[in-house]
């Protein structure tokens, strides 16, 4: 391969071998359903017990929903998805004085998921940013085009505000206080990642995203609404979710997992590429301040604090060792078990 990333502009004729999975691997994409009842909640409502209740149901039995009516504005997302389209169709030049593939750095443009760590690649670039405190960390971001650093902020800002809100209805879908994950949370930080799925010449043999939960507390996911690509695992089997207009997916990271004591699910999802259209879709991540502790409240641990499916420990430990391993291993949180 020429470059380091994929979006340089040329198309591919043939996958490369080192994205071919092993037979055993692969999406097997006929198999997959179209997922008809992908909870849909409408913040709008006014009915705060039947809100809750809504987010209890779909955290349970899913682990993931979408939510209209979320308070973001319409031409947030809209510009948003315009200026990230701009940014991956600029020169291949240009993009690669951000690459990197070390994970500690704060902006990168990388490609795949952890290139040093993984046996196959994956078929995608991404950007990925922090974006929390903003006036920290907006002066690293690309400024070009020279719209991204306000379009993205602007962004950012709305998308905190439903992720904050959220998790004040997931806190009393636990019976817990509305404020209490916030609190245990502490000061949370913000990531991005600005996925980029090129068209893929063999999307039977690969993945953009293979299967994988997130590692932080909350992911908003903005999904290209031309390009369908999310898929998630239920009851065995992986189910692809339509894009919703004006919606987003939320999904349960391992740090709800743990905290609820495994009552909410991580959900599994991956995302597949396809061999006509590019895809986008823009990932916000809220995760714990790195000093906080990660442990089920008394309330869900049961009588004996040695009930906790997980041990306690620290978002920073856990952060560093999800980034040390690949996205096939066993589950990181397999290794917190009690
Ligand atoms: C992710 C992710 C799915 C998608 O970025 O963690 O799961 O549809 N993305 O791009
Ligand atoms: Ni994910």
Redesign the pocket.
């Known amino acids: 391969m020429d470059t380091k990333v994929l979006s340089s502009g040329v198309r591919y004729s043939n996958l490369p071998e080192s994205y071919i999975r092993p037979e055993s691997e692969r999406p097997r994409l006929s198999e997959v359903s179209e997922c008809e009842n992908v909870p849909i909640i409408d913040l709008g409502c006014e009915d705060r017990s039947f809100l809750v209740q809504q987010i209890a149901e779909a955290c349970k039995c899913y682990g993931f929903f979408q939510v209209i009516n979320h308070g973001v504005r319409l031409e947030a997302v809209d510009k948003i998805l315009e200026v990230v389209h701009e940014f991956f169709r600029l020169p291949v030049e240009e993009k690669l004085k951000l690459y990197s593939d070390d994970p500690s750095k704060t902006m990168r443009l990388s490609t795949s998921f952890n290139v040093n760590k993984e046996k196959v690649h994956n078929w995608r670039d991404y950007l990925r940013l922090h974006c929390y405190p903003l006036q920290k960390y907006v002066p690293e971001w690309p400024s070009n085009p020279s719209s991204f650093k306000e379009i993205v902020s602007n962004y950012c800002k709305e998308v905190r505000e439903l992720g904050l809100r959220l998790e004040e209805l997931i806190s009393e879908s636990l019976g817990l206080e509305k404020e209490y994950i916030k609190k245990v949370l502490g000061e949370q930080g913000q990531h991005m ?1 600005v ?1 980029y799925y090129p068209p893929c010449p063999e999307p039977e043999l690969t993945y ?2 293979p299967g ?1 939960t ?1 590692p932080n507390a909350l ?1 908003i ?1 903005l ?1 290209d609404l031309q390009v369908t ?2 898929q998630v695992l239920k009851d065995g089997k992986w189910l692809a979710v339509k894009p919703h207009p004006n919606a987003f997916v939320i999904n349960i990271g391992d740090q709800f997992q743990a905290l609820s004591n495994g009552r909410y699910k991580s959900v599994w ?1 991956r ?1 597949i590429v396809n061999a006509d259209k590019a895809r986008m ?1 823009v ?1 916000s991540f809220l995760c714990p301040s790195d000093d906080a502790i990660i442990s089920a409240p008394k309330s869900l641990a049961g009588d004996d604090a040695s009930a906790t499916v997980y041990r306690d420990f620290t978002y920073a430990e856990y952060y560093k060792k999800f980034w040390s391993r690949n996205l096939d291993q066993e589950h990181c949180l397999e290794l917190f078990k009690n």
Do not use: F, V
Request: glycine content about 14%; overall charge negative; proline content about 0%.
């Open positions: 990642a996925n953009g995203l994988h997130d992911t996911l999904q690509g999310l999802h995302a879709s990932a």
